[in-house]
């Protein structure tokens, strides 16, 4: 069969910021089959007639600014899935549970996979609870996802609320490869056991995720870890949402905060679309780091607040 995937995220480009899994994987089950397979953008399907080559077509979209793509993909018989269509839609355990067909991406050096998933928190601006479950449960173990490549993207929710952690946590250990947690370990669960494994890491980039200004655990929790870790301050990040429960001056303090305590603050806005322009602008001064660290205060990059 010649099988098309469409990655519903990509630009009109084709410049691809961040691999999809789902899509990686449906490639390696269907090439196993011995179907050929094309990795395409909405644009590059619509095309013309181009559509009408294509025996089979999947397609997926994580974020939802482009649902309206998503549908109209179905509309004409593609099958579609991603939180940004539809939560509800998962794969069949044959092609959740095969090793991604990274090449679909020219990706030669890095794996990406979850070891977990589904959260406890339940936090009212995030889906994962909705979709994966309200407990972190393991779903894998390392090696039905990673290789031996050199490094490792972790998509995993909520790691250390699950119960299986500390295993997992050497599986990463054990493959000597560079860790990039790219979603946020959640630092309230930090103990001085899996605080050690972490320093044990080859930690490439380690995020954590400060949401709730209120939340002093948080806080404390980031004080213990500035105290107790090894790991290079240039590669801990904190996630900062802002324009969700949160005034310009309470990110403020969470972000001078971060700064003045070794972190590097990076700013994430609750539908970016219906912003107030100040917080677009914090955005923009927090997240390019040049100006970061050349503009002391917000208030001398947007003189309009001073």
Request: aromatic share 10%; net charge neutral; with cysteine.
């Amino acid at each position: 069969m010649n099988v098309a995937l469409i990655d519903v995220d990509l630009p009109r480009n084709g410049k691809v910021k961040f691999p999809t899994l789902t899509l990686m994987k449906i490639s390696a089950y269907c090439k196993a089959r011995g179907d050929s397979v094309h990795l395409l953008t909405v644009n590059e399907y619509l095309s013309g007639d181009l559509f009408n080559g294509y025996d089979k077509a999947y397609a997926s979209c994580i974020f939802s600014k482009n649902a309206q793509k998503a549908k109209l993909l179905e509309g004409m018989g593609v099958i579609v899935g991603g939180s940004g269509h539809d939560i509800n839609k998962r794969l069949p355990d044959e092609i959740e549970h095969i090793m991604p067909d990274y090449s679909l991406y020219g990706i030669t050096d890095t794996a990406y996979g979850f070891l977990t998933r589904g959260c406890p928190r339940g936090c009212p601006f995030c889906i994962v609870a909705g979709k994966e479950g309200h407990e972190s449960t393991k779903v894998a173990d390392l090696s039905e996802w990673w290789s031996g490549q050199k490094n490792i993207k972790l998509l995993d929710p909520n790691l250390l609320a699950c119960s299986s952690h500390m295993e997992l946590m050497h599986q990463l250990i054990e493959s000597g490869a560079n860790i990039d947690i790219t979603q946020g370990l959640d630092i309230r669960l930090l103990n001085d056991d899996n605080l050690q494994l972490i320093n044990n890491m080859k930690i490439k980039m380690l995020h954590f995720a400060w949401d709730n200004p209120n939340d002093k655990s948080t806080q404390q929790a980031l004080q213990k870890f500035r105290e107790k870790s090894i790991i290079d301050a240039r590669k801990v990040g904190v996630y900062v949402l802002t324009n969700y429960w949160s005034t310009l001056e309470d990110d403020l303090k969470r972000i001078y905060w971060l700064r003045d305590n070794g972190y590097s603050p990076y700013v994430m806005i609750y539908d970016k679309d219906h912003a107030p322009v100040e917080i677009r602008l914090l955005q923009r001064w927090v997240n390019n780091k040049i100006i970061f660290k050349s503009v002391d205060k917000f208030e001398d990059y947007d003189r309009r607040i001073g």
